[in-house]
Structures are given as C-alpha cells and as structure tokens.
C-alpha cells in the first residue's frame, strides 16, 4: 500500500508545482533556522567535560572586608593566593588545582629557530592536579608531579600547535622552550583539545582556546612572569605586588575533585571551618561563606552562554512556527482542491483510515524532502556562522546528533502539518463530492 | 464593499483563514519585536565615544626580559612617535576603550581606607598630551600641571605615595558633590594621601562601553605609566592612520634594537570598535534575516491561500461577473478579503508582541516594545498582504464571465 500512496503522493505534489516548491522551502528554512541555532546552542552550552563534570568542583571563599557587606551574598568569584596555596598544602579534596592564566613571549631562539620572530603565546600556570582533573589528551610524554611544582622545577607542557611552530611536529620531550629570558624542559605535548566552554577558567573569555603553555604555577612565580585575567583587590597590597602571597587580592581559579556526595559535603564543611579558622586568626573579617559548584552549575551561574544564543534559539522557533503554519495552510489547500478526487476513492471502497495514510505519506514524503533540503540550508547557516569572526565560531559543527535532529524535526514537522489536511480529507462525504462534479 | 458576503464565506472556511490569521498574527509580533531589537543594537553600535575614532591608532609592546627601569626606554619612544610624519599627539595610557584590559578603582570622602560606600570608578592613569590625543573636553578645571606628573614604576611600590592631583569625569563628580563644584575638593584613590580635584571632564569614555545603561564612573590620574603594560595612543592627521600605524610599529621596532621587546598590539580604534561590537552586529543581520524570512513566508501563504480560493471560487466570480460585477469589483472584493484576514492576525499579532516583549523584559532585561512599533508592524503587515493577494486576486478580475458555465 505505502509504494501506492508514495505514488498518489509523487503524483499530486507534482500536478501542483509551485505549491509544492512553497511547502518545501517553507519548511526547509524554517527547520534549517531551528537547526543551525540549536547546533550552535548545543555546542556552545554543552558538557565540557561529560561523565565527570559532576565530580568537578569550583571553590569560593569569601576574604573580602567586612565593609560593604551583603548578607548571604555571592563570595568572590576567584581565590587569593594565601588560601590557594593554604587549601592545596592540606589536600583533602581527591585532585585540587590553583592556576591562572598568562599571555607570555616565547623566543624561539631558544628553540633553535634563531630566524623566527619572538611572538607572545597563552599559558597557564598550575598546579600539578589540573592534568589529572581536566584531562588534555598528551600526544608525547606526560605533565609534572606535585614534587616538581614544590620543587619550582623549569618544566613546560606545549600543545599540539606550538609544537608544530617551533619543533614541526616532531617529539620535542627534552628540548628547551625559551619564555622571555628562561629557559625550560618540555616534557609534554598535547594533542589538540579544546575544552568548551573554557569551563575552568572563565575570565579568558568563555570561548577562548585552551593555553598553548603548561607551567607549574610556583615556578612561574619565581620567575616573575605576569599573568592575565581578572584581579580584584581590596586593599594595598606589600609592595604595590597584586601576585604576593599576602596580597589581599583574589586571581586564581581553584577547583577541587570529589568523587561522593558526602566527600563534596565534607569538603564544604572544611570550607567553612578553614574560614572560621582565619576569621579567629584575624585574616577574614566576614563570617564562612564559602562556595563549591560542579562545572554545569558553575556555567549557569557566570552566564556562560552568552543571552544572544538562547534569543536566536527563541527567534527560531518562531520562525519554525510561522513556516509550519504556513505549511499546514498550504496543504489544507491542496488537500481541499483534491475532495474530488477523494470522493472518487472513498465512493469505490477506500476507507477513511486509507485516505487517512495516504495524506499522511504524502506529508511525510514532503517532510523528508524538506528534511534534505532543510540540512544543506543549515549547513549553510552553520558556514555563515562559522565566517563570523565570534570567539565560537570554529566550533559550530554539524554532528551526527543534530544532523539526524534536522531530519526527524523536518519529518515530524510536515506530519504534524499533514494531520489537520488528513484528518479533513477523511471527512469528504463520497454522494456529497460526486453530486457536485 | 459590503462585508457580509466576505465574512459569509470565510466562515466556511473556518481553518484556512484561522491559519493565515495565526500566521499573519505571529509574523507581526515577531517583526514588531526583531525591528525594536535591530533599532536598540543599531543605537548601541553608534553609540557615541566622544573620542575621534578615526584618529586614533595603539600601539602596545613587550619586553622579553623584566626591566627594573623602563622610563628612560619609555621617554625614548614616546619622542621617536611624536616624530612620525602625520601624528598630531602622543600620549601612554594604562587602558583605553574597547581594549585588552579594564582597570577599576575605589573612591572615598575619608583618609579611612575601610570606610563602606567607596563609588567605583574606572581608573585611567595617562602621561602628558592625554586630552587632546583622546580628543577630551575639561566642563571645568584644568588640565594637569607638568609638575602633577609622577612616573607609575616610581609609586606602585612606595609605601606613602604622593599623588597631587586628579580629574573626575562629570558623573562621577555629581555623585560625589551633587549640587556643588567638585574642583579644589579632596578624594582618596591612590594610596594614604588625597588628590585634589584640578578638573571635570565633559565625557570620560569607558573601558568597556555598555550603551544605554547607566553612564559608569571614570577618574584620570596623572600616573605615566610605562611601555611594561601601558599602550601608546597616537592621534594622526584625518586619512594618515594607516600610515602612522606602520611607522610607528617600525620605530618601536627600531627603539627596541638590543633590549628584546615585541610589538604585540597595534590596532586602529575604529577597529578595535567594531571589533567590541561584532555580536550586536551580526545579531542586526540576523533579525533582519529572519523579519524578511518571515515575510516573504508569509507572502508566500497568502498567494498560495488566495489561488486555491480563486480558483475554488470560478463558479462565483464567474456568475457575479455575469450578473454584471465588474473587475474592479472583483478585485476589490479579494483585496477586501484580505484587509480583513490582515487585520484579525494585527489585532491579535499586537497583543502576542506585547506578550514576548514582556518575556524579554523578564529575561533579558531589556526596555518595554515602544507602542509605535505596533502601527509600524501593523502598516508593513497590510501592505504586505495586498501586495501578496494583488496577482491572484487580479487573475480573478480577469476571469470571464463563461468561466461560471464551463466548469
């Protein structure tokens, strides 16, 4: 029966042409407008790192001065240094990492390409526990361990794409990578990752690229080397030095890994008897207000998809809207013309349920089309989008997951459109539809 | 035109003219909302800077190796940019609007550094020539003196640092001192000492502008900062920008010979602002996108709606033309029709963009839909759908009146 109502279908969308071209493009835009924003919301508000993005915990505790206080109110987004390092010395989440991130100048000189010019790349300083807990795939060797950070040793992790400027690619495990004026071993190289939203450190925009750079985070205090990001402070600092240990300045981003509800639970109690303990000795002036957030709370709460995605979504949807109405009006159209021919079919013995199917794979064959045409449009869409110089741009790829979505949404469009022209085809009275011809 | 025959037989067509009264309905409250968003993000591209964008180059460079003193280098580049061709000024700045960084500071009334109820305020600290390179105006007061001046790598690390002076842009000033002249009054923002008050700005612009909410703080101080963090602005002669920019990366490449140092920012401020407002931008292209989708959809569904219904309709055009309607007649009655399905779908479109205007206040707290987009939407709907029904209603005009007996 289908390959018959595939062929009344075939036959009546193309006895009428250009209604059917209408219907087409109708939904195709209309599906192709639902699919690139979707593909670009799903990319962009996605799990950054799923299956352990609930063990991963950002921490927030509240050091400010006791001026300006509002109760309950939200504790700083970042960390200072003292209760950094206070909170890593005592290790009592599963992982726990302190790092920011810098902008620094390699010289490749040091590399052994005397000829390239010095250029500034993105680096993290950190803790030994960020490759554990964020786990960047490593192409070539591995990253330092606790002993080396205490130990300030002059070691580098590089990504993939610094490897290929300054070694071409090749293992570059024991070669000296030249930051300003110091020299440091590689130990690793990374294969390309790119973590989004850049969930662990928010403040180089959420979109931003994963560093270039690994360095643990006392060496690169050693040495001086400036960082980036943002910095509040709230007090002089010794020296006018924001990055000293006593500053009363928060610029790390600290998080912890906990494996079990009530690890998380206990680690939040020691948050707030660390406060305690610092408000006794005179260093914090509120009361405990500390905070731990798993990665997708800690995304929703910093915003970190930006409003305009979720507008477009909505515009979408709209949009979705008024082209499936206009499909439906169209077919209910088409439908009606045709109770002439229905008549013919119902009086030599057709069912209702028959007349019923039959509109219905006619939809369908028309969703399915539009479903095909719908893709190319939002590949296009997603091309246009991708020529947008936004921060994100690179990442909005159709994946198996939306491109089977289009089709589904394009196929459940029309049919949700062909039911109200079916559902009236089936309600043509035979003697009625004859008497008139 | 009588209305009766017309309402008469769209009440047997009950479905179809609910649907294109839907669709015209949720197009209008769509477009209604879309072009009030593309007039707000267009306001905020053009937004006002008060600077001569179109003057402006940056130039920012770094060292490779920490440099204990790096005023004398400084100096040195400062003097090698005045003496590029077509630079009018040159000035260091520690930010500068739609840049890398924002710097923000608290300001007090007391020495009390723990007082509540210090005003934030952005922090420009910039040497000699800062106003006319920003192209700034004083509403009163003074520029800084010469001997204001003190060197950023000099004070950062004193204990009891002195800064004499300090100008205030206008906002901040009638926050501080509403009702009075904020010149000669003292404020603490830089270390135990107070600045005394030289002079208010007309406009201070921000580092990151955000146009159309309220106007944010801006305090200058008379902090030279250093080539280490600091950007040099240079103000050009119209039409010489580009020129300028090249010359003054090669004598910055020049002035760096034996110290290592790397150019790592050079942009013109017209383009480090269209840069800023990139996302507002595209989002205007894509409202209007999506408006015109809608209504070449729409258009589309009222010329396929109104040929089924002409053609449905032979038999009666035909027989009215034989009882002697003229064309016009039966031109006017479709485009009748029409007015009245279009005017259902505004009615109701009105009241749904109210309803997502208020949904978008909720969440993305933006201002009410002004009421006098509704007529727009209303007289671009109209129009709309006699343009889409003139064609189909006028092969009905053209029917002759034999057409009622043939079919």
């Known amino acids: ?437 | 035109m009588d209305i009766l025959p017309i309402l008469s037989t769209l009440k047997r067509h009950k479905i179809a003219s609910g649907l294109i009264i839907l669709q015209i309905a949720l197009t209008c409250a769509i477009v209604c909302n879309a072009l009030f968003l593309i007039s707000e993000r267009i306001a905020t591209i053009n937004a006002p800077t008060y600077m001569p964008d179109d003057e402006l180059v940056v130039v920012g460079v770094s060292g490779m190796k920490r440099v204990e003193n790096p005023e004398p280098q400084t100096a040195s580049d400062l003097a090698a940019l005045r003496a590029i061709p077509g630079v009018k000024s040159v000035t260091i700045a520690n930010q500068m609007p739609f840049g890398e960084n924002s710097n923000n500071t608290g300001v007090r009334l007391t020495a009390d550094q723990n007082s509540p109820g210090a005003v934030g305020a952005a922090q420009y600290t910039l040497a000699e020539d800062w106003l006319k390179t920003f192209g700034l105006r004083l509403q009163s007061g003074r520029d800084f003196s010469p001997e204001e001046y003190v060197y950023g790598s000099v004070v950062d690390p004193q204990e009891d640092p002195v800064v004499p002076a300090i100008i205030l842009s206008a906002t901040l000033a009638q926050r501080l001192f509403p009702n009075e002249s904020a010149l000669g009054k003292s404020v603490w923002v830089y270390g135990k000492q107070p600045q005394r008050v030289v002079g208010v700005l007309e406009q201070l612009p921000e580092s990151y502008p955000q146009p159309g909410s309220e106007p944010r703080f801006g305090l200058v101080l008379p902090i030279r900062p250093s080539y280490r963090g600091g950007y040099y602005m240079l103000r050009t002669e119209p039409g010489q920008r580009d020129a300028v920019l090249k010359a003054a990366v090669a004598a910055l490449d020049a002035g760096s010979q034996g110290i290592k140092r790397v150019v790592r920012y050079k942009k013109l401020v017209s383009d480090m602002r269209s840069d800023y407002y990139r996302q507002d931008r595209s989002m205007v292209w894509l409202l209007g996108g999506v408006c015109l989708g809608l209504l070449v959809v729409t258009a589309f569904g009222i010329v396929g709606l109104a040929s089924f219904w002409v053609q449905q309709r032979t038999r009666m055009i035909g027989t009215r033309r034989a009882l002697g309607a003229t064309r016009g007649q039966i031109l006017r009655y479709f485009q009748t029709e029409n007015f009245m399905l279009s005017t259902a779908g505004i009615v109701l479109g009105m009241a749904a963009a109210y309803g997502i205007s208020v949904m978008l206040m909720k969440n993305y707290e933006l201002p009410r839909l002004p009421i006098y987009y509704l007529p727009v939407g209303a007289v671009i709907l109209w129009a709309l759908g006699q343009l889409a029904v003139w064609a189909p209603a006028r092969r009905a005009a053209l029917l002759p009146p034999v057409a009622a007996l043939r079919s």
């Open chain 1, 1 to 437: 029966m289908l390959g018959y109502y595939l062929e009344l279908g075939f036959r009546s969308l193309k006895s009428s042409r250009g209604l059917t071209v209408l219907m087409l493009l109708s939904i195709a835009m209309g599906v192709a407008a639902c699919m690139t924003t979707l593909t670009v919301y799903h990319v962009l508000s996605g799990d950054p790192i799923p299956g352990k993005s609930d063990k991963l915990f950002n921490v927030q505790l509240d050091p400010r001065p006791n001026r300006d206080v509002e109760p309950d109110g939200e504790p700083d987004f970042q960390m200072t240094r003292f209760d950094s390092e206070a909170l890593l010395r005592e290790k009592r989440g599963v992982h726990q990492v302190m790092m920011t991130g810098a902008s620094i100048a390699v010289d490749p000189a040091g590399s052994g390409k005397a000829d390239m010019a010095a250029f500034f790349s993105r680096a993290r300083y950190t803790s030994a526990d960020f490759f554990p807990m964020f786990e960047p795939p490593f192409q070539f060797g591995n990253a330092w361990n606790a002993q080396e950070d205490e130990g300030k040793a002059r070691v580098a992790v590089i990504s993939r794409e610094l490897n290929d400027k300054l070694f071409d690619g090749a293992d570059s495990r024991g070669k000296t990578l030249r930051l300003r004026d110091k020299d440091f071993t590689i130990i690793g190289v990374l294969k390309d990752w790119r973590p989004a939203p850049h969930y662990f450190d928010l403040t180089q925009g959420a979109y931003s690229n994963a560093a270039d750079i690994y360095l643990p985070f006392q060496t690169s205090q050693e040495l001086k080397f400036g960082r980036s990001g943002n910095m509040n402070c709230w007090g002089s600092s010794p020296g006018g030095d924001g990055l000293a240990l006593a500053a009363p300045c928060s610029w790390l981003q600290y998080w912890v890994q906990l494996d079990t509800p009530e690890q998380a639970k206990a680690y939040l109690e020691y948050l707030n008897q660390y406060s305690a303990q610092q408000k006794q000795a005179g260093r914090y002036e509120r009361p405990p207000n500390a905070r731990i957030r798993p990665v997708m709370e800690w995304l929703a709460l910093q915003k970190a998809v930006p409003s305009d995605i979720r507008l477009q979504v909505w515009l979408a949807f709209g949009f979705l809207l008024v082209c499936l109405t206009n499909a439906v009006g169209l077919l209910l159209a088409k439908c009606l013309r045709r109770s002439g021919e229905i008549g013919v079919r119902r009086a030599l013995g057709a069912r209702q349920s028959s007349i019923f199917m039959q509109f219905l794979v006619e939809a369908g064959s028309l969703g399915f089309a539009g479903g095909v045409l719908g893709l190319v449009l939002t590949l296009g869409g997603l091309w246009i989008v991708r020529s947008n110089a936004s921060p994100y741009a690179a990442l909005a790829q159709l994946d198996w997951a939306m491109f089977g979505t289009t089709f589904l949404l394009a196929v459940a469009a029309s049919l949700v459109a062909g039911l109200l022209p079916a559902w009236r085809a089936c309600q043509v009275t035979p003697a009625l539809q004859l008497k008139v011809q």
